[in-house]
């Protein structure tokens, strides 16, 4: 017994790393194709990056559906949700003392993050989301991307020499490498997404635990390991400002995009235990980061605060209390 629930962990890292990992790659070459074909930028960065940074919960959220397992899919982008604005920012904040950012996300982005955190709290309100309000989640994500991608053509100018220096180093590397890493890095997604979902299912029935309570515990930290990445890689290089809108644009997608597109492949289950407790601690986590951010700054002691409400929020989850 012991020995099977410690193959079924040690297949849940292994699968969740090739999962992050092969997606890493996988955006990364893709958003190489597109600079090299000469797809503007700003349909590059609110496209192919959003979706790649995203790719970890919305293919394993597939495979929950496929598997009669729907319930990991609401954990998943809940428990994301809340990991990234109480853990990944309060991680961030902390570590880089101060962020602050100029980009004047009050106007659009912040107004369409709390939508997207209102649009989980109403369509699962009621224990299931069909196929309809998936559909409406994904006419929320592609009108936020064409807003994104508005914004980011208006500021596209001063990348352009940037642009033109990846095309040069693009053409020395060649574009079929690049497709060769697609097609492999996808191969290895499809199977990680695949093990992480039936690891999630076995241990679940070895050890009596809700399939919901380790998707958004173990599984959600998991896959909001990027963007913890990426915002302590910016905060290192003074630019931590960028887990701002690493953290908006993943919590829009989530919402509206993963649980849209996973509610296609058949209804989602919404488990009580979420409804009653995670839901509304995900909105509330939501209206304090939209006021927190007002003056477009989060400061050490806000960074802590986040931290242990994130501490509290486990140990509920788990009733250590």
Known sequence: MVAIIIIWILVFIIALAVLLKASDYFTE?????????????FVVGVTIVAIGTSLPELI?????????????????????????????????????????????????????????????FIVAFDGVINRWE??????????????AGAIAKKHGSKEEKEIKRDKKELKREGVLWQFVIVLVSGVFIFFGA????????????????????????????????????????????????????????SNIFNSFGVLGIASLFGALTVPSTIVLFSLPLMLGASLLYFFMIQDRQL??????????????????????F
Request: no cysteine; charged share 10%; aromatic share 10%.
């Open 29 to 41: 070459a893709a958003e190489k194709i597109g600079i090299r074909w000469g797809i503007p930028a």
């Open 60 to 120: 394993s959220s597939i495979f929950a559906v496929t598997s009669n397992a729907s319930e990991i899919v609401i954990g998943n982008v809940v428990g994301s949700n809340i990991a990234n604005i109480l853990l990944i920012l309060g991680i961030v904040g902390i570590v880089a003392k101060k962020i602050e950012t100029d980009y004047e996300i009050w106007r659009v982005d912040l107004p369409i993050f709390f939508a997207s955190a209102l649009f989980i």
């Open 299 to 320: 400061t050490i002691w806000e960074g802590i605060i986040l931290l242990l409400a994130y501490v509290l929020y486990m140990a509920k989850i788990f009733a250590i």
């Open 194 to 249: 695949k093990y992480v979902v039936a690891s999630v299912i076995h241990i679940s029935d070895i050890f009596n635990i809700g399939k919901d309570i380790i998707a958004i515990s173990a599984v959600a930290i998991g896959t909001s390991l990027p963007e913890l990445s990426v915002g302590i890689s910016a905060a290192r290089k003074g630019n931590a400002g960028m887990a701002f809108g690493n953290v908006l644009g």
């Open 134 to 147: 998936g559909i409406i989640g994904i006419i929320g994500v592609i009108t936020y991307f064409s807003f």
